[in-house]
């Protein structure tokens, strides 16, 4: 009764969303602002139409990728022909060359040897070993290239002394780059000469090249440009320079020649150097004395002995001697002479070789040589037939001149001062009955040891000797090790040249 229609019709919600989807009129109606209080849930159950269904199986991330494509496929196969149309050129224009440069870049460039021989006025004939490390797995394969060689000089000269032409590498892991015995003109003689100062003066020096070729990596192409600089031992001014031998040939042979002489000369560098004649100025005190002149001079790495024939103007030496030995008293303290020898000429296949003699006559070598030594390996040359007609007395009284030679030399008389200082290992000098012995290589040999020598060096062991031994021992070993007598009571140091003369 009293119903009005609108109560008569029946409510039925428009839509189903949920069991418990909350009544969003009904808050209106009564004026009230209320959050719904529905859950996550209610609206992910959105596709249930009814009590008996179920809820659709989700598609997986491929399957919608790959529906998403098949709908699309036109625009991404356009999309990727203007991608590769974009890069490849990129790539190969720009990001393999990059790529292959670093390498290059990045590469060592050791150098296992190198030579200049055959020289001429005009060009030299070049030698080159090195190393180059390729990464792995790549091989990469070189063009044949010109190689410049250049000094490195501060601002930089980009001119080349010499071009080296390097035939096509295949260039794998840790490669080796061989030239060998290629003549190469000289392009510029002013800088060549800069590069051998550099080499012969300096402890180090740098040895720059420079080229462009084009390099292959399979199939692969790209222009490439190589720019090293490799640091090599110098010859810093053949530091260690030494004579090993000399003696005087008296009279003098037909040439001239009166002193014969090995010459020892170091070369710390890697690279090799044909000199061929080389003619050194002999000076002593700051006097040229002469020359000695080395023949088909070759200077390997490490020590090269070299013979060498001289002139010595004995006039000259005789009319300056008070200025030599004023010149001499620090060397002939020790028993030395100090020379002195410097660049006269350098001469290849009768040709001046001007590059090599503005080096070499610009280097003083100075050495020291037992005066002694000299003396000795004089007096063998004679004793063995090279001393003209000095020889035919010798060989009339060879017992009677080698006899005079010995006591010339065991007629040194020194104070027990002078030998108290060689009381080292490697310089041991003894006193037995007033007479000095010099038992540095005798030590050895000792069937006492080393040490008892050693703890008697630079004084009187007579009383040792005695107590041990007998004299017949000391008498065997005399003219071996005596090297001359103490004066035990005036103790004097000889006035006579041989008071300087110290064995080594």
Not at 122 to 148: C, E, H, M, W
Request: proline residues 5%; positive net charge.
């Amino acid at each position: 009764m009293g119903r009005t229609r609108e109560d008569s019709i029946e409510k039925k919600p428009s839509d189903v969303i949920g069991a418990n989807r909350p009544n969003f009129t009904a808050g209106h109606r009564a004026g009230k602002d209320r959050v719904s209080k529905g859950s996550v849930e209610q609206i992910e159950n959105a596709a249930v139409t009814s009590e008996g269904s179920y809820p659709a199986k989700k598609r997986g991330c491929f399957s919608r990728l790959w529906s998403h494509y098949k709908r699309w496929w036109c625009y991404y196969g356009l999309g990727g022909v203007i991608f590769l149309a974009i890069m490849l050129p990129i790539f190969f224009l720009v990001i393999f060359p990059a790529i292959a440069q670093r390498m290059v870049n990045n590469a060592n460039l050791p150098i296992y040897s190198a030579s200049i021989t055959n020289p001429t006025p005009d060009s030299v004939q070049y030698s080159l070993v090195a190393g180059l490390s390729v990464p792995k797995p790549f091989t990469v394969k070189l063009r044949p290239i010109a190689l410049n060689l250049l000094v490195d000089e501060n601002p930089p000269n980009r001119n080349p002394y010499i071009s080296v032409n390097l035939p096509e590498q295949n260039l794998k892991g840790n490669a080796t780059i061989t030239v060998m015995n290629q003549t190469t003109n000289i392009l510029d003689k002013e800088i060549f000469g800069t590069f051998l100062h550099s080499a012969v003066y300096q402890e180090t020096f740098i040895l720059s090249a420079s080229g462009e070729t084009d390099a292959y990596v399979g199939k692969l192409k790209t222009h490439i440009r190589l720019d090293k600089k490799v640091e090599l031992k110098g010859l810093n001014k053949l530091k260690g320079f030494g004579i090993e031998s000399a003696r005087a040939v008296l009279p003098a042979e037909e040439d001239g020649t009166n002193l014969i002489t090995n010459l020892s000369i170091p070369n710390a560098s890697l690279v090799s150097f044909e000199l061929g004649n080389v003619t050194l100025n002999i000076m002593v005190g700051g006097i040229l004395l002469g020359s000695a002149t080395m023949h088909n001079v070759y200077l390997v790495p490490g020590n090269n002995t070299v013979p060498a024939r001289g002139i010595v103007d004995l006039k000259t030496a005789i009319m300056n001697l008070p200025a030599i030995l004023s010149s001499q008293v620090g060397a002939l303290a020790k028993g030395n002479i100090e020379m002195s020898a410097s660049g006269n000429s350098t001469i290849y296949n009768g040709q001046h070789i001007e590059y090599y003699e503005k080096v070499l006559n610009n280097l003083m070598l100075t050495t020291q040589m037992p005066l002694l030594s000299i003396l000795m390996d004089s007096l063998k040359g004679i004793l063995s037939g090279e001393g003209g007609t000095a020889y035919h007395y010798i060989q009339k009284y060879p017992f009677t001149y080698y006899k005079q030679a010995r006591q010339l030399i065991m007629s040194k008389v020194f104070s027990q001062s002078d030998v108290a200082p060689h009381n080292k290992a490697d310089d041991i000098w003894i006193i037995i009955n007033n007479d000095v012995f010099d038992v540095t290589k005798f030590q050895d040999m000792h069937p006492g040891g080393k040490k008892v020598m050693q703890t008697v060096g630079g004084k009187d062991a007579t009383k040792k000797f005695q107590k041990y031994h007998r004299d017949a021992i000391l008498n065997k070993h005399r003219e071996e090790l005596q090297i001359g007598s103490v004066d035990v009571e005036t103790k004097p140091k000889s006035s006579s040249l041989f008071s300087f003369m110290r064995k080594n």
